[in-house]
Nanobody, 114 residues
Framework: VQLQASGGGMVQAGGSLRLSCAAS????????MGWYRQAPGNQRELVAT???????NYADTVKGRFTISRDNAENTVYPQMNSLKTEDTAVYYC?????????WGQGTQVTVSS
């Protein structure tokens, strides 16, 4: 099983980034897909999730700025992150839920400078 995350980088405050995470090698149906993030000294926290039917859930801190979407045919999940703030700086991790458990991807760094 592999969750390949990409799209991280450095951007100025107010800018945008689009991450992607492609899941492969999973032999069961993927239910929810989502993203978490962890800033230095903080616990990992939910950013957003999306069900295989397209129902979305967002952390209050990103509502109105981030949009999560997925391509079920490609087992890929994308968060479009707009109006980025310095407090969005963190390592972002993708996660998928299947019937028997969950899988995590390797993190991708997002740095927002002022």
């Amino acid at each position: 099983v592999q969750l390949q995350a990409s799209g991280g980088g450095m951007v100025q405050a107010g800018g945008s980034l689009r991450l992607s995470c492609a899941a492969s090698g999973i032999n069961s149906r993927i239910n929810d897909m989502g993203w978490y993030r962890q800033a230095p000294g903080n616990q990992r926290e939910l950013v957003a999730t999306i069900s295989n039917g397209g129902v979305t859930n967002y952390a209050d801190t990103v509502k109105g700025r981030f949009t999560i979407s997925r391509d079920n045919a490609e087992n890929t999940v994308y968060p479009q992150m707009n109006s980025l703030k310095t407090e969005d700086t963190a390592v972002y991790y993708c996660k998928v839920w299947v019937i028997l458990g969950t899988y995590w991807g390797q993190g991708t760094q997002v740095t927002v400078s002022s």
